[in-house]
């Protein structure tokens, strides 16, 4: 099976020391999973909708089923020139668009955006992820809440303190992989077949 | 520094159940070196060069240096109605054009070709790798041949036969980015600043 990743920087896995990335982690030792991490860093919504489908077109082939995960969110909640990079109208409808389209290609799940340490971003990517969950329940695309959980932890947010104040390392990255991993909609989705 | 790795599956790491490949592993530690992976199954050099340049572009900042790494060699050498998918002369031809147009954009290094168990395709792609190393000389691109101590070493190839044919596990891709990291090019390629 082949896994695209679309998304920003946590989905590339920026400051992993190992390279992994939450999804890397979460599909470890499953050798028969082709992964192609296609996280972009500080991509917003409307950047990756212009380039998703060349890409995930790339990357498809007849004889080998495919499956789309999403996750962004943070970077469009993030502020420019006082206003957020994507306003949240606009990235429920990117969100729209690229679900949509992504489900004419493969099985899609989304991941929601994890917290970040700007108490502002992080707010208003919050309430982002409450859209998106309501979104992808319209869409019946099954979506992975994981913001709660990570900053209830608290390791998330002070591995990125220690760091570049945005991204966690090796066991922040474990504990996103680990909340996707073990989510009955993660399971159905990388384990079935075509 | 973003590391951006263009190549076929042993770049994408096929079949290694850690999924880092021989790139994640080679710059295992290394928190401040984002990796964006871009290797695809299966493709040749000709499909390679139809792409690369627009998945670069997305992936540049003006605000952090880039490298960029290519392998290439063994899906050329694969037979298709009885001839290699890519001959000699238009393998060189794309090598030339991908790696001097790559640097245009940033410091370009070239991985040679790991040996594979079929010995037709194993024979094409060890006089490919010959040839890739004497046009990345006469182009001053550093080259690491890995051809031969991966075949001396028998592991690659144990593993690729003991999994599918082609693709080692996460002992076999260690080896290959124990050479690669350890050749004095690939330091200077990912030591140096801009």
Same mark, same amino acid.
């Given at each position: 099976?082949?896994?695209?990743?679309?998304?920003?920087?946590?989905?590339?896995?920026?400051?992993? *020391?190992?390279?992994?990335?939450?999804?890397?982690?979460?599909?470890?030792? /499953? /050798?028969?999973?082709?992964?192609?991490?296609?996280?972009?860093?500080?991509?917003?919504?409307?950047?990756?909708?212009?380039?998703?489908?060349?890409?995930?077109? =790339?990357?498809?082939?007849?004889?080998?089923?495919? /499956?789309?995960?999403?996750?962004?969110?943070?970077?469009?909640?993030? =502020? !420019?020139?006082?206003?957020?990079?994507?306003?949240?109208?606009?990235?429920?409808?990117?969100?729209?668009? =690229?679900?949509?389209?992504?489900?004419?290609?493969? *099985?899609?799940?989304?991941?929601?955006?994890?917290?970040?340490?700007?108490?502002?971003?992080?707010?208003?990517? !919050?309430?982002?992820?409450?859209? =998106?969950?309501?979104?992808?329940? /319209?869409?019946?695309?099954?979506?992975?809440?994981?913001?709660?959980?990570?900053?209830?932890?608290?390791?998330?947010?002070?591995?990125?303190?220690?760091?570049?104040?945005?991204?966690?390392?090796?066991?922040?990255?474990?504990?996103?992989?680990?909340?996707?991993?073990?989510?009955?909609?993660?399971?159905?989705?990388?384990?079935?077949?075509?």
């Amino acid at each position: 099976m082949r896994l695209i990743a679309f998304g920003e920087s946590f989905v590339q896995g920026a400051g992993d *020391p190992d390279h992994l990335g939450w999804v890397g982690r979460a599909i470890s030792g /499953r /050798r028969e999973i082709s992964l192609y991490n296609l996280g972009i860093r500080r991509e917003t919504s409307t950047q990756l909708l212009a380039r998703w489908e060349g890409e995930a077109r =790339l990357r498809r082939v007849d004889y080998e089923p495919m /499956r789309i995960v999403f996750s962004f969110g943070c970077n469009d909640s993030h =502020l !420019e020139d006082g206003a957020p990079r994507v306003a949240v109208a606009e990235t429920l409808k990117n969100a729209r668009a =690229l679900l949509t389209g992504a489900l004419a290609f493969a *099985p899609v799940l989304m991941v929601g955006p994890p917290p970040v340490a700007d108490p502002g971003v992080c707010a208003r990517t !919050e309430a982002l992820n409450a859209a =998106l969950l309501a979104l992808c329940a /319209r869409l019946q695309v099954p979506f992975i809440d994981v913001f709660q959980p990570l900053e209830a932890g608290g390791l998330w947010q002070a591995e990125a303190a220690a760091w570049d104040g945005a991204h966690p390392g090796a066991a922040g990255y474990q504990q996103m992989a680990d909340l996707v991993s073990a989510h009955p909609a993660w399971r159905r989705f990388i384990e079935g077949g075509e």
